[in-house]
């Protein structure tokens, strides 16, 4: 991530004062009409990015791990089978969830870096309740083949998490038969964290757990909040405050992503990823995740050995202003992981992000 204009500063040298304090004016009320009103066209400019007619698709209120909680608590009923493709943090997470939700969990644990192997996680259990997968694992930058997976779910439910693919490559619930998709909006989105974009269908939605062991994510409540069976405008009730701030946030942020054209979007990032992974191979570095899976918004690569990894990042921050993120889990200290997601997208901050590698460790 590339330190530009920022509304916050990187801490007591804050440059943009009067920026942080635009969030502290006054706000439209969450019942004022002109707020519904946002709210119904971000769920619009949802169910666009989401690639679904769903009715039920809406912006939960947390983060997109809750998005994650949200569609397991709703589905899983005690002793369901969950089949997990694990090919990274957060299929790791998923099994946690999962369990916790009480669930018998098959974990199909892949090398991290691969892509999820359709065939094993498909015929894993004769007849699993619902079927797990991340489309982007944004901890080893890989892609996996959701619409394979759909393709092959049988009577099963498939649930997809697209926090770091939404808004970045292509995405198709519907055509991909994706049932129950969380997603974020801090990733590719390229807007403030604490939502979770989300979409059920009508299949899921007649599955689910009459009393989810969890009140604030129950979709039971929360298909008041879209309206009535989902209608447009129909009957809402009360059920929480909406952040306000944080859904006009997604509402500018969808759209700027329509009107630039969301198939345009994923050539921007597609783009951006090939031209950044030629760079750093040709500066002599090894990527990590296996070719030919490589998710362009996120890139890992190999620190070499007798590298510092963590004062490179420090160096990479404090000379040139770009945050790139450690390695997940055992790869912390042997993997960077460089994302350009949203507005980072974009051949000059490219340039940038090379440039700015090759004066940190002294390469040509
Ligand atoms: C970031 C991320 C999450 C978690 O989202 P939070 O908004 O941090 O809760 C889940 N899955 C994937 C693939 C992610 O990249």
């Known amino acids: 991530m590339i330190r530009e204009r920022h509304l916050f500063g990187p801490g007591p040298s ?7 304090r635009a969030l502290a004016e006054p706000l439209l009320g969450h019942l004022d009409p002109e707020f519904l009103r946002i709210m119904d066209e971000t769920c619009d400019m949802l169910r666009t990015v989401w690639g679904t007619d769903n009715a039920r698709t809406l912006p939960l209120s947390a983060t997109g791990s809750a ?3 949200a569609a397991f608590v709703n589905t899983v009923h005690p002793g369901d089978v969950v089949v997990v493709a694990v090919n990274g943090l957060f299929g790791q997470r998923m099994t946690d969830v999962a369990a916790r939700c009480g669930a018998e969990v098959v974990a199909v644990e892949h090398d991290w870096g691969q892509p999820v192997d359709v065939d094993r996680v498909l015929s894993a259990h004769p007849s699993p309740a619902i079927i797990a997968a991340v489309h982007a694992e944004t901890s080893t930058g890989v892609r996996s083949d959701i619409a394979a997976l759909g ?3 049988g009577d099963a439910l498939l649930v997809t998490d697209a926090v770091t693919s939404i808004g970045g490559i292509e995405l198709r619930a519907d055509d991909w038969g994706v049932d129950i998709g969380y997603a ?5 989105l390229g807007v403030a964290p604490g939502l979770a974009p989300f979409t059920i269908n009508d299949r899921a939605f007649e599955r689910r757990v009459e009393t989810p062991r969890s009140w604030y994510l129950d979709l039971g409540m ?5 309206g009535e069976a989902g209608v447009k405008g129909g009957q809402r009730t009360y059920h929480h405050t909406a952040p306000t701030a944080m859904v006009a946030s997604l509402h500018g942020g969808l759209t700027r992503i329509l009107e630039e054209g969301l198939e345009a979007v994923w050539t921007r990032h597609q783009a951006a990823g090939d031209a950044l992974q030629a760079g750093l191979q ?4 090894e990527l990590f995740a296996a ?10 690569v190999n620190v070499p050995d007798g590298v510092d ?5 420090k160096q990479l921050l404090d000379r040139h202003g770009i945050e790139i993120g450690a390695g997940a889990g055992a790869y912390a200290a042997s993997v960077w992981r460089i994302g350009l997601m949203g507005r980072n997208a974009r051949p000059d901050a490219v340039l940038l992000v090379l440039a700015a590698l090759r004066d940190v460790l002294g390469r040509a």
């Open 222 to 226: 929360l298909g008041g909040y879209v």
């Open 151 to 153: 393709a092959g779910k």
């Open 14 to 20: 804050n440059p943009y004062p009067e920026a942080t």
């Open 282 to 285: 040709e500066m002599g570095l």
């Open 67 to 69: 998005g994650m909680e």
């Open 291 to 300: 070719e030919g899976s490589r998710l362009p918004e996120l890139t890992t």
């Open 184 to 188: 974020g909006t801090q990733k590719c």
């Open 309 to 313: 990894s963590a004062a490179v990042r």
